[in-house]
């Protein structure tokens, strides 16, 4: 919900009647919150609510997903380097740490997509860890480039096609919004001059579809809807995203991390600075390359701390980053609530005196404690709680 973006053609009013050719267009508003919250209007050439057949399916590790029994309170590192890339953006999801609030997953594709999905569940935010693409909406034509954020809203169907047909995703499921923080905006709802970002960082749909056979097919069109964390397939006899215009607030967005404009201070700001997106008792944060604290004795590297309202997540994507050893690209650290976390031995003395960093990463702090899945348990490294333990020769790496 960034800001009213129009694509093709709308009538002068809505709810009028609206022609193409001799042909009444159906309009369909996408409205939240009942009737109170942001909303879009579409003009379909074909109703969209012609299905034909209604069949469920699952994908196992995705939807369903199974919990561990027992998850012992201790800090964690889930390997997702180690996930074997397999199947398209839908098929190939895997989730990993789950609350009532949000759904953490990743997922590594290596085909082209096929059908279209929607989430009814809720907004997901997804992270493009290697590489651009495209994402087709009933919204229509969306590039997106390697580290972009894509939002997508709740039940809007969609498919992403990875340039080469193969690429790597984080992917936050909220249950609601996931959207702009309140702090960012004035009460005229537009972006702050002192937000991290501004609206010409944010990009909407180009064009809108246009049916073509040898992009979608020819014969039935299948929509995988997900609600209440299960799948049903909606069989369409005709392409169902053809649409005269559209215009509102409710459209998928893409955004870079590299956009995103980093804060320092004097001494070591806490995270909430690297604020970038907002759930339901959720953040998305930013970890971007940036010049660190300039106080002649300040310590860069993030001190110590317990949190204890917040369980915490860590995907790290690139650079060194300052505060973790045995950590690598891919890597995602969880600390949880009620257990303290710092930098490794050692780093904390190593970054005094450097300037910048090169770090990138995504953070999520959530206020209910995350469960791991099952799946995310056969890929943890359970050495990782103990690797704060100061081996013989490293000392505590303090002075001077
Ligand atoms: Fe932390």
């Keep these: 919900m960034i800001h009213r973006h129009q694509l093709g053609q709308v009538p002068a009013k809505p709810h009028t009647?609206?022609?193409?050719?001799?042909?009444?267009?159906?309009?369909?508003?996408?409205?939240?919150?009942?009737?109170?919250?942001?909303?879009?209007?579409?003009?379909?050439?074909?109703?969209?609510?012609?299905?034909?057949?209604?069949?469920?399916?699952?994908?196992?590790?995705?939807?369903?997903?199974?919990?561990?029994?027992?998850?012992?309170?201790?800090?964690?590192?889930?390997?997702?380097?180690?996930?074997?890339?397999?199947?398209?953006?839908?098929?190939?999801?895997?989730?990993?740490?789950?609350?009532?609030?949000?759904?953490?997953?990743?997922?590594?594709?290596?085909?082209?997509?096929?059908?279209?999905?929607?989430?009814?569940?809720?907004?997901?935010c997804w992270f493009a860890y290697d590489r651009g693409g495209v994402v087709e909406s009933v919204y229509g034509i969306l590039p997106y480039r390697k580290h972009d954020y894509v939002l997508i809203p709740k039940a809007t169907p969609y498919r992403i096609h990875p340039e080469g047909g193969a690429g790597t995703f984080l992917v936050f499921e909220g249950r609601g919004y996931i959207d702009i923080p309140k702090q960012w905006r004035n009460k005229a709802g537009q972006i702050t001059m002192y937000a991290p970002y501004t609206h010409r960082d944010f990009r909407a749909p180009e064009a809108l579809l246009r049916f073509d056979e040898k992009k979608h097919g020819k014969g039935l069109y299948p929509l995988v809807i997900k609600k209440d964390d299960r799948l049903t397939v909606h069989v369409y006899e005709h392409f169902p995203y053809e649409l005269v215009g559209w215009d509102g607030f409710v459209y998928p967005v893409a955004f870079n991390i590299h956009d995103y404009q980093p804060r320092t201070g004097l001494i070591h700001l806490p995270p909430t600075i690297h604020l970038t997106f907002a759930g339901n008792d959720f953040v998305i944060c930013s970890f971007v390359p940036r010049k660190v604290d300039y106080h002649e004795k300040s310590i860069p590297c993030p001190y110590g701390h317990a949190s204890p309202d917040c369980d915490e997540i860590l995907y790290y994507v690139d650079g060194t980053f300052t505060s973790r050893k045995g950590i690598e690209s891919q890597s995602i650290s969880l600390h949880p609530a009620g257990v303290p976390h710092g930098p490794h031995p050692g780093t904390?003395?190593?970054?005094?005196?450097?300037?910048?960093?090169?770090?990138?990463?995504?953070?999520?702090?959530?206020?209910?404690?995350?469960?791991?899945?099952?799946?995310?348990?056969?890929?943890?490294?359970?050495?990782?709680?103990?690797?704060?333990?100061?081996?013989?020769?490293?000392?505590m790496g303090l002075s001077k």
């Design 17 to 124: 009647a609206f022609y193409e050719g001799d042909k009444l267009l159906m309009e369909q508003c996408v409205t939240r919150e009942g009737f109170e919250g942001p909303f879009s209007i579409l003009y379909y050439r074909i109703p969209p609510t012609d299905e034909t057949r209604v069949e469920q399916m699952g994908v196992p590790g995705f939807c369903p997903f199974e919990m561990v029994e027992e998850q012992p309170l201790h800090r964690r590192h889930v390997k997702t380097q180690d996930i074997r890339a397999d199947g398209d953006f839908l098929t190939a999801r895997r989730t990993l740490m789950v609350n009532s609030d949000v759904q953490i997953g990743v997922c590594k594709a290596n085909r082209p997509a096929d059908r279209f999905f929607s989430n009814a569940d809720g907004d997901e």
């Design 348 to 395: 904390y003395a190593k970054s005094i005196g450097t300037r910048e960093t090169q770090e990138l990463a995504v953070m999520c702090d959530t206020l209910k404690p995350l469960r791991l899945t099952k799946f995310a348990d056969g890929i943890e490294d359970k050495d990782y709680h103990f690797s704060w333990v100061r081996r013989e020769n490293e000392g």
